[in-house]
């Protein structure tokens, strides 16, 4: 319970006005995460669609709730999304830049869908 | 002598259209056939980054003081977000660092242009002849007017806000401060590329005009269609109330405003 809260606080500092139009110097270009866990939503609004991931659990330790930046939805149509590509309850590899910070944001730069194998460009 | 009372009555009613045509000036007035603007333009990011470096604003020494400063904040990952309130990036910022596509739209005496991502991207530029007003109302993308040089569409632009940013990106970036006078030559270089030619005067924080190029590159097809945008919608989730209708709930947020995430099941 108590990690869940501190996981909790730490994904409610990460997220960085994720719905508007913003820089995103705030993620670290420089490093690479892969996540895999379970879609637990995805909205598709202007000017960021955001997806937010619950890790798998690991070697005892609770999953995380990962919220993810992508970018907008005019730009993920015309790299081949729809706002159905990525679903509440898709298991997903996700690659990430994450936030400087540490914290349990990041931006979104490649999906993979675990049951179907299909990959997706953020 | 009929004949006579018709011929009258043409001349008669040339001189009305004429009358007409002298007290408003003609749609497009001096233009030929207008070029084909058509599908929808993305910006060239990569050439607004690289500008930072190779074509530098020039800033007065205080400005330019803030825009290091500004600069420095976002290398050490706090950008500034000078959007970040969706407000309408508005002129010239839209132009010079948006990083969503726009669209063109012809109608006689006029070009619209009208902008992905967020709904308060439009700006009307009259090319029917029209000079600014006398004082023009401020607002986010000005007063334009614009006229057809050839196949070159030339846009003046008064009338903005002092509050919109001059900008090199969406985290470093100053307000006008009042007197922005902005005119562009947009024209196409090759069959799906279109400039957009600014020389962007501020008095209150440039030493001289500046001038700047911007790149599009033209995009055709069922999945290149403009989006609608609203950029507060993410604020906003979709939920089914009591009475079981739809409605937007806005979305937890936390003290610095935003949004908190569902929490682990």
């Keep these: 319970m108590t990690r869940q809260v501190i996981a909790l606080s730490f994904v409610v500092a990460a997220v960085t006005s994720a719905q508007a139009h913003h820089s995103s110097a705030m993620y670290d270009q ?15 609004t202007s000017p960021h669609v955001n997806v937010s991931v619950l890790t798998d659990s690991d070697r005892g330790h609770a999953g995380v709730a990962w919220v993810l930046e992508v970018t907008s939805p005019g730009n993920l149509m015309r790299a081949g999304w729809t706002r159905t590509s990525i679903k509440a309850g898709d298991r997903i590899s996700v690659l990430v830049a994450p936030l400087r910070d540490g914290t349990h944001g990041g931006w979104c730069r490649g999906v993979t869908l675990l049951e179907s194998g299909k990959k997706l460009e953020c | 002598m009929h004949a006579k009372a018709l011929l009258i009555a043409v001349v008669a009613a040339l001189a009305v259209a004429c009358g007409r045509s002298a007290g408003t000036a003609a749609p497009n007035a001096g233009a030929g056939p207008l070029p084909d603007w058509s599908g929808i333009w993305v910006p060239d990011v990569e050439d607004q980054f690289a500008q930072i470096d190779t074509n530098p604003l ?6 330019a003081a803030e825009v290091k400063r500004l600069t420095a904040a976002e290398a050490a ?31 006689p005496g006029r070009v619209t242009m009208l902008g992905e991502s ?9 090319t029917d002849g029209r000079p600014h007003p006398a004082d023009p109302d401020p607002s986010f993308h000005g007063h334009s007017i614009g006229h057809w040089e050839g196949q070159t569409l030339v846009v003046d632009t008064i009338g ?19 007197g922005l006078h902005v005119v562009e030559r947009m024209h196409l270089a090759g069959a799906d590329v279109l400039l957009d030619e600014l020389a962007i005067t501020a008095p209150k924080v440039l030493t001289t005009t500046w001038t700047t190029t911007r790149r599009f590159t033209r995009q055709k097809g069922p999945n290149a269609d403009i989006l609608e945008g609203v ?9 089914t109330d009591s ?21 682990a099941p």
């Design chain 2, 231 to 239: 950029c507060l919608q993410g604020s906003f989730a979709e939920q």
């Design chain 2, 160 to 178: 903005v806000l002092p509050q919109t940013y001059i900008a090199v990106s969406e985290a470093v970036g100053v307000p006008n401060n009042g």
């Design chain 2, 58 to 63: 020039p800033w007065t020494p205080e400005v």
């Design chain 2, 243 to 263: 009475r079981g209708d739809a409605v937007f709930v806005a979305v937890p947020h936390t003290d610095e405003g935003n949004p908190v995430p569902p929490p």
């Design chain 1, 30 to 44: 420089q490093k690479t995460l892969t996540l895999r866990g379970v879609v637990t939503q995805v909205r598709w």
């Design chain 2, 77 to 107: 990952g706090h950008p500034k977000g000078l959007f970040a309130n969706c407000l309408p990036e508005a002129m010239p910022a839209w132009m010079l660092v948006s990083h969503n596509a726009l669209e063109f739209l012809f109608t």
């Design chain 2, 118 to 126: 967020d709904g308060n991207r439009l700006r009307r530029i009259y």
